[in-house]
């Protein structure tokens, strides 16, 4: 099995511009999670998903958006992109929120400059 | 209090030494405490975890000592390798509520 798969692995972008983290995962886990990772700040939840059509806000949701069409797809839109955004941004899922264990991709590094 | 204080930040280790990583956290109400292990370049993945009713966790050279009066739980890698040389993350939850994580520990064990 593939686990769960982010696109792409790295990306510059200038400020202002808009674009989407790509998160799809082959282990039909209802819960799907986006992370950010920044230097001595460990794993900030900016968005979450329990299952198809239904998304709520993490504890930094603030200029992302995300969709759920799919139980597989969980895209991280990038709107306005600043260079507080710079960050490495990771996908994860879960079978289970109770004791569940999480399982993430690989991560895409974003640098807005 | 939802925070979950993780020390250190960094932590050098000889080959065959201890490398102990510790977390604090208020939350009475956290019923779930993982520590995840991430590689550079990698995602984090779960390493072991221990419910509240247990005082010890041990997984090979890892165990997890927690100490629920006081608060806090720790990682201890016992004949610590280089290829243990990572970043530990601790975590919590309660419930069906999301992870807390900590700040993250990076270990360098040298040969």
């Known amino acids: 099995n593939a686990g769960v798969t982010q696109t792409p692995k790295f990306r510059i972008l200038k400020i202002g511009q808009s674009m989407t983290l790509q998160c799809t995962q082959d282990m039909n886990h209802n819960y799907m999670y986006w992370y950010r990772q920044d230097p001595g700040m460990g794993l900030k939840l900016i968005y979450y998903s329990v299952g198809a059509g239904i998304t709520d806000k993490g504890e930094v949701p603030n200029g992302y958006n995300v969709s759920r069409s799919t139980t597989e797809d969980f895209p991280l839109r990038l709107e306005l992109a600043a260079p507080s955004q710079t960050s490495v941004y990771f996908c994860?899922?879960?079978?289970?929120?109770?004791?569940?264990?999480?399982?993430f991709g690989e991560g895409s590094r974003l640098t807005v400059l | 209090q939802q925070q979950v204080k993780q020390s250190p930040q960094s932590l050098i280790v000889q080959k065959g030494g201890i490398s102990i990583i510790n977390c604090a956290y208020e939350n009475t109400a956290f019923d779930y405490f993982p520590w995840y292990q991430q590689f550079p370049g990698k995602g984090p993945a779960l390493l072991i975890a221990?419910?509240?009713?247990?005082s010890e966790k041990k997984e090979g050279r890892f165990t997890i000592s927690f100490n629920k009066s006081a608060k806090q739980f720790s990682l201890h890698i016992m004949d610590s390798q280089p290829g243990d040389s990572a970043t530990y993350f601790c975590a919590a939850s309660k419930g069906t509520d999301k992870l807390i994580f900590g700040t993250g520990t990076r270990l360098q064990v040298f040969p």
């Open positions: 994860a899922s879960s079978y289970d929120t109770r004791n569940g264990e999480l399982f």
């Open positions: 221990i419910r509240p009713d247990v």
